[in-house]
């Protein structure tokens, strides 16, 4: 999977870059609005990162032409400006997603993978696995060695969640969005506490742990791997 | 484009100005009348005694020969009122006597034959004299003189309208130079009227962010001003009010992030002190993390604030079911009230319109809020309904503490909170309550927080239909 990230700042962009390569993404990084532009029209990529704001040929501009010119990859925007105007003008653009600076890596690359997987072949899996759990889409039932556990609608959602993005960490605010709809940074520990109780329920009586924390990051659902 | 209205100072000088013109002239006219009646009366007066006099002289006279002497009383008579003249004739044309030539009053003696008795006054002009005329038939059946005779008596008036004509010019000068002198007088008082304005003008021109200007006392402005700088006086209140709220909060800024700042300063310094082990390394970065996550979240949460006190972003306006809200969101906090044994109620239903994000992010704010301030096994109650006035109320409600009035009133205030010693108490920044009234301020709707020994009540009222932005 190969990657273009268009960004001015040298530390942001230097970062985003090392991140992503570590993640198993190919990046290629423009520093400027000129070489994105030319980047981006001339190589093939799965995906775009691209800041709004640069010093010569602002994203819009870059996303404007690219569209124009029909390609339908997927372009996240970043935005320094928490402003509802950008979002609309960026969604309006035919940019897929957008982050307000500052944010968390771990959200820019949950945000990474599901656009990519937006893109390819959305298999309608019935169950997903992970070790020894099972869950049951279709049934909304899930077990563990075999034996049911009985999860609440959200916290079957949770799972679900943390089952399909496997091996990949999910900022809290990432599972608030997805699994409660709720957008908005709350002030309290509300995903903590559900994930406590999902664990009980999954992970508590038995081996290997499936649920890790990531500090200072979110939780990740992996079959093995360290705390 | 409508004309910008005369200053004050022009109107009221042209009021003064026509003011004068019209009263000092009626009152000039009204004296140089007076003037002309009392002299005109003066005349007559001294006209009929000269009449009477010659009259009586006459009575003696039965022939042309008794004349003679009596024609040097006439003369006596004469003197003693300036240069009268007299003319005596009798009906059948007979002159009587003529004191002088100059003027001619043969003409008017001749006229007056055959008129009734009595007398009558004239205005003559005569070898270039003016002249009043007193005609005076006398009667038929006066007992001493059987004939009718006609006597006229004329008396220069040139010196009174001489006089009259002086008054007159002096009068109508002291009427003009009285106009022009009330006109800069009015512009004068006016100038001097405005004085206390200008001074509250001055005043506030020096009121700005630096310098809090002093408050006028309404006692030393002018009774009709005292509104004005009652006003003032609490438009200054107000802007201080702000001004230290701005202040604090800039304060406050500072001071929020200068603790996560410092921490993450002797963090590192210590770790790189000396080498440390790649567990001890991985800790510090977590614990770096952590402290960055709250910045970032404090400067989202501030530039939030920043862009609707700017009249707030654009906003969508759609009908939101409040009651879908709420159950959303008492879904979401579920698992954490249960765990602080909080439990949760919804009652009534109501729709509102606005932006459902910025709706859920408020009622999500004040939820929590009212969770965490809940004390265990403690109902955290929610009503919806309208108000009389048609508008959409919202009311939650927690048990616990009563907050204190004088905290009660800054608790929608940036970083303000109710126990300072709580500070970073994982509760994020003070900022939650500030942003549920901006949010509400965006939708023009009023909130307000109560409390007693029941608990802590926050009312929310918007307007069902919000206009849109």
Do not use: C
């Amino acid at each position: 999977m190969k990657i273009l990230i268009v960004e001015d700042e040298p530390k942001t962009s230097e970062y985003l870059r090392q991140g992503l390569t570590e993640a198993g993404f190919r990046v290629d990084l423009a520093r400027n609005g000129l070489d994105g532009h030319h980047l981006a029209n001339t190589e093939r990529y799965d995906l775009i990162i691209l800041d709004v704001m640069l010093p010569d040929i602002d994203g819009w501009r870059i996303l404007q032409s690219l569209r124009e010119a029909g390609k339908h990859l997927p372009v996240l925007f970043l935005t320094a400006r928490d402003s509802v105007n950008d979002r609309v003008k960026g969604l309006d653009l035919g940019a897929d997603d957008y982050l307000v600076k500052p944010f968390a890596f771990a959200e820019l690359l949950a945000r990474v993978r599901t656009l990519l997987r937006r893109g390819g072949t959305n298999s309608v899996d019935a169950n997903l696995t992970v070790a020894d759990l099972e869950l049951d889409l279709m049934r909304r039932r899930a077990t563990r060695t075999g034996q049911r556990i009985s999860l609440t609608a959200k916290e079957f959602a949770l799972l679900e969640l943390l089952m399909r993005h496997q091996g990949e960490v999910l900022p809290r605010s990432l599972i608030a969005s997805q699994v409660w709809d709720m957008n908005f940074d709350s002030d309290t520990n509300v995903i903590d506490v559900a994930i406590r109780r999902l664990r009980a329920k999954i992970d508590d009586a038995f081996e290997p742990k499936l649920i890790h924390t990531v500090r200072g990051m979110g939780y990740m659902l992996e079959a093995s791997g360290e705390a | 484009m409508a004309m910008r209205p005369l200053s004050l100072a022009t109107r009221l000088t042209l009021f003064f100005a026509v003011a004068a013109a019209v009263v000092f002239p009626i009152f000039g006219w009204v004296i140089s009348r007076e003037m002309e009646d009392h002299f005109e009366e003066g005349d007559s007066a001294e006209l009929a005694i000269i009449s009477d006099a010659v009259i009586e002289a006459l009575a003696g006279v039965q022939s042309a020969s008794d004349l003679a002497p009596v024609e040097r009383r006439f003369d006596d008579i004469l003197i003693g009122h300036h240069s009268a003249t007299l003319y005596i004739a009798k009906d059948d044309g007979q002159l009587v006597y003529s004191s002088s030539a100059h003027p001619d009053l043969s003409g008017i003696g001749r006229a007056a034959i055959g008129a009734p008795e009595g007398d009558t006054i004239q205005l003559v002009n005569a070898d270039d004299q003016a002249y009043r005329v007193l005609v005076r038939r006398t009667s038929r059946d006066h007992p001493a003189l059987p004939d009718v005779h006609t006597v006229v008596v004329a008396t220069p008036i040139d010196y009174h309208l001489t006089f009259l004509a002086s008054f007159r010019r002096t009068l109508w000068l002291m009427i003009a130079s009285s106009v022009v002198v009330m006109s800069v007088m009015g512009w004068i008082a006016v100038r001097q009227g405005h004085a206390p304005l200008r001074e509250i003008v001055n005043r506030m021109r020096r009121v700005s962010a630096n310098e809090r200007a002093r408050e006028i006392p309404p006692e030393s402005v002018p009774r009709e001003l005292s509104d004005l700088a009652l006003s003032f006086n609490e438009m200054l209140r107000r802007m201080d009010d702000s001004f230290q709220r701005l202040e604090n909060f800039n304060a406050d800024i500072a001071h929020e992030l200068r603790t996560p700042i410092t921490n993450l300063m002797t963090q590192s310094q210590v770790a790189l002190s000396r080498a440390r082990t790649i567990d001890e390394y991985r800790e510090i970065l977590y614990s770096n993390v952590e402290e960055y996550d709250r910045m970032a979240q404090m400067v989202g949460d501030m530039l939030f604030l920043a862009q609707t006190d700017n009249g707030g972003s654009k906003r969508e306006s759609i009908a939101i079911d409040l009651a879908a809200e709420i159950n959303a969101l008492f879904d979401y906090y579920e698992a954490w009230a249960d765990e602080r044994d909080v439990s949760l109620r919804l009652a009534g239903t109501v729709t509102v319109v606005g932006d459902r994000l910025l709706f859920q992010q408020a009622l999500g704010n004040l939820l929590s809020n009212a969770i965490r301030h809940s004390p265990s096994g403690g109902t955290v109650l929610i009503e919806l309904g309208r108000a009389d006035d048609g508008a959409a109320t919202i009311a939650v409600e927690n048990p616990g503490t009563p907050i204190p009035a004088e905290d009660l009133s800054k608790i929608f205030d940036r970083f303000y909170r109710v126990d300072p010693s709580r500070q970073r108490g994982g509760e994020g920044a003070g900022l939650g309550l500030a942003i549920v009234k901006s949010i509400i301020d965006l939708h023009e709707g009023t909130i307000e927080a109560s409390s007693d020994d029941r608990g802590t009540r926050f009312h929310i009222k918007i307007p069902e239909v919000a206009k849109a932005p």
